[in-house]
């Protein structure tokens, strides 16, 4: 049997995770969701997506309901990450809220919303132990991490780390912060966890976990990328809610409010940006913010980001940069538009321009349901690069949606043949919180599979 669900099943279980986590799916992510659901079925006996979903809603279907959440999240995380942000608040905004808090006497509240396996809450707290430790009077800190999968929770919960998170440490901190067990994992200090509180949260379906005004420091990084505008504004509406005056919030970088939010300025801290909220809000509703501050040279507002997606006469890698920003805000019409016109400039871009150009209209028109026109950019990219392991793997699932099983399955192995050397950046769209060398192994279990059903399809024929 093919691994692929079919359409329609796909499209039913992309309703149910957008209403119940608001989690947009991404066609890139289409083959990976077939293969955690098939196993589903298998595991709780249903016999088909419209019976597992109706168990899902059913009374007695909240086990299964974490499990699929714990399952289809992207849990990709590690200490310190985002240095240009690190650097931002370890400057600028851990310095001014500790210090305004002991002004007034109270204390410091900072949420981790969407904290995953813990290492943000952590770093969050080693941060504020460090700046803490400069100041006379320091006030009493509380990071407050929440997530929506339990399973990341449990590992949050245990402190307990080892690899590439801890590799990607800062080094001083692993010295200072983290405890080095005789079996080579480090754990996380008591001085750090017992500022560190962590509870199930769900962004989306629950009411925020503070009152109005309670946050000073809101972080959600790397969350929004996976939901729609509309989803990404309620949520970024109940942040604003509960910020209190003078609060910051910060996003990812890939995470913009262009377009989203106008109740938030931008201020560019050092190479990165954060948001405080614009105005005050009306009576009635949360405290009223109080007047900005005069802007520094440390933190200027700055017009919001991403610059213009239409292509102009300006630079090619400058038109691409935005269209990859707009792709990454969920605008895939605008993404389209400004890859297509670039790629129609054709011989006039460098190569790994126009292959990129290719492979983000490829990706755009996957992401707007239509896999058929994806096919032709992504064949021209290959062509241009056949080295190119991110445009194989586009052009694999268009095949794949497209009904073309056979090709889709060559180009899956030519996936798993070359992912290993694409650049970071294209990867990174398609890895869904994969390793490289997870996708390659997915690439060649879906290759099987497409040579299973393009059989089927001849044999039937
Ligand atoms: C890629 S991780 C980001 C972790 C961390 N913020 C960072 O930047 O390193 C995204 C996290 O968002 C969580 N998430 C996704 N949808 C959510 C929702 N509706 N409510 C709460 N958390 C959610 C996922 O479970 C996952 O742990």
Request: glycine letters at 8%; a positive charge; aromatic letters at 4%.
């Amino acid at each position: 049997m093919s691994r692929r669900l079919p359409a329609a099943d796909l499209l039913a279980l992309g309703s149910y995770l957008r209403r119940t986590a608001g989690l947009e799916l991404d066609e890139a992510r289409r083959p990976g969701l077939s293969a955690v659901v098939l196993d589903r079925l298998a595991a709780t006996g249903q016999p088909d997506v419209a019976h597992y979903l109706r168990m899902l809603d059913a009374p007695g279907g909240a086990a299964e309901r974490q499990r699929l959440l714990d399952e289809v999240t992207i849990q990709e995380t590690h200490f310190h990450r985002g240095r240009p942000q690190i650097d931002a608040l370890r400057r600028h905004l851990l310095p001014e809220l500790l210090a305004r808090a002991a002004a007034e006497r109270r204390e410091l509240v900072v949420w981790s919303a969407g904290c995953a396996t813990g290492e943000e809450p952590y770093t969050l707290a080693m941060l504020l132990l460090e700046v803490a430790a400069t100041l006379p009077d320091p006030p009493p800190v509380r990071v407050v991490g929440t997530d929506v999968s339990t399973a990341a929770l449990e590992v949050a919960r245990a402190a307990t780390y080892s690899g590439r998170t801890v590799a990607l440490a800062e080094p001083e901190a692993v010295q200072r912060w983290l405890h080095r067990d005789p079996d080579g994992t480090h754990v996380v200090r008591d001085e750090v966890r017992r500022l560190v509180h962590l509870q199930h949260h769900n962004l989306v379906t629950d009411p925020p976990p503070f009152s109005a005004g309670g946050v000073d420091l809101v972080v959600c990084r790397h969350v929004t990328i996976y939901f729609s505008r509309d989803t990404t504004r309620a949520v970024v509406t109940r942040f604003r809610q509960v910020l209190a005056p003078g609060g910051w919030l910060l996003l990812g970088p890939a995470e913009t409010l262009w377009q989203v939010s106008e109740e938030f300025a931008t201020v560019q801290l050092g190479d990165a940006f954060a948001y405080r909220p614009a105005r005050a809000q009306r009576p009635g509703g949360p405290r009223r913010a109080r007047p900005l501050p005069p802007p520094t040279r440390a933190a200027r507002p700055v017009a919001p980001r991403p610059a213009a997606v239409r292509p102009t006469a300006a630079d090619p890698g400058t038109t691409l940069a935005g269209a990859h920003a707009a792709f990454d805000a969920g605008d895939y019409e605008a993404a389209a538009v400004a890859a297509a016109a670039l790629t129609a400039t054709g011989t006039a871009l460098p190569d790994d321009l126009h292959t990129a150009a290719l492979c983000l209209l490829g990706h755009a028109r996957l992401n707007r349901g239509d896999p058929v026109a994806a096919v032709a950019p992504l064949q021209r990219a290959v062509y241009l690069d056949p080295r190119a392991g991110h445009a194989h793997f586009l052009l694999a699932v268009a095949l794949a949606g497209a009904g073309k099983a056979r090709p889709a399955a060559a180009s899956y192995r030519a996936a798993a043949a070359t992912l290993a050397g694409a650049p970071t950046d294209a990867v990174r769209r398609i890895l869904d919180g994969r390793q490289v060398e997870e996708l390659v192994q997915l690439c060649r279990r879906l290759a099987d599979d497409a040579d299973v059903a393009g059989g089927t399809v001849r044999r039937g024929a």
